[in-house]
Structures are given as C-alpha cells and as structure tokens.
C-alpha cells in the first residue's frame, strides 16, 4: 500500500505543542518528543522537566556553545532558562510521582484504544527494568504520545490490546503520528485531524484499534 508522506517529526511537534498549557510543566520523553523543546516559543512560559534533574531547560540555538553537564534525559546537551533550578535525582522523580507534572510527552511501542500505554519494554531488547516511564506515565495529569503510527515492520503501533509489557493503563490522553491526531477519553479513540493525503480507509488499514472521526476538532 502507498502511504502519503505524512508530517515531519517537527510537524508533529508543533502538533504536540497545541495540546501544551501556558505555565505548565512538562516532562519530555527520550526521542521523538525531545523535539518539542527545540520547536516551542518562549513566550509560552512552558517549563521542561527531566528525569536527571533539570525543571526548566530549553533546545540550544545552532550557534550556542554546548555545556556538557547540562544534558536531559536522553543524554542530549540542553540550555536552561532564567529561573531554571537544578535539583537532585530523587526530588526529581518525587516531582513526577507526587503528581507535579501537568503533561508527559512519550513515546510508545503501542497505545490501546483505551488508553493503555507499552513503552517500556519490547520483545527480544535488552533492558534491565522499567526505569521512569511508569512514574511519569501514572504521575502526569496528561499523557501526550507522540510516535510513528508503524513499528519496523510495518505492524500497527495503535491497537485494540497491547501485547507488549504494560507500563501503565488507561493513561495516554493524546497520540500524535505522522499521519493522525487522535484523542481519547469515555468515548473512545477520535481522529480529530489528519495529515494530508491520508483517508479515513488508509488510516483504518494501518490501525487495529477501533476509532470515530471527529475532524471538527482538529487545530486545538
């Protein structure tokens, strides 16, 4: 099948960063959604949190010179903002467990149609445990996933039942893929936007879980 191109990874951040609350607290996952930081407007007040200690850093400019004690998550040098403060690793994740954040933005293996979120462990990776994703997927008051809508392989990433380990259930309230926004709630799984050249039939196609299509929300 022929897929449309579908957005950019910074086309999906700006989609991302819709959904973004002014003088929020954000947490930003390792991948994809560490574009997020290099994308958003300072003006937005929007105050990135990560794991190793930092409540509010931002991307670096092209030209800036990068400091590498200031690094995120994902090990990737970051700048900070004025008013950033720098705490310890366990006050960090007490931030995330004590349900300080307003939003995590994730990536995910699979998202249920109910909200179920797979991010931490798939079949045959190495990895030694679920390290933070479970506290920031149960401690954030939002959950924003934000990944392609295929695996490798071409599998669907958005399903009716994850198969892979659970990280946490009935949590992700946003799923941003190159080719489809989608919102759930009691309703269920709404399309609210797609990207261009993409159909309804296409989408469905290359998505196990059951949705309805709301496009009069799309721009939110």
Known sequence: MNLPKG??????????????RPYSYVNLGVGMPGIVAEMLDDTRNIYFHCENGIIGYRGLESEEEVDLDIIDAATKPVGLIAGAAVVAHDLSFAI??????DTAVLGAFQVSESGDLANWKSPNALIAGVGGAMDLAVGAKEVI???KH??????AKIVRDCTYPITARKVVDYIVTEFAVMVINSSGLAVVEMADGMTAEILASITEA???LNLSRAGI
């Open 145 to 147: 996933v934000m990944m």
């Open 96 to 101: 995330a467990r004590g349900g300080r954040l």
């Open 150 to 155: 295929l695996d490798k392989s071409g599998a």
């Open 210 to 212: 059951n949705f309805t």
């Open 7 to 20: 957005w950019s990874k910074y086309e999906q951040a700006e989609r991302v960063i819709r959904y973004l």
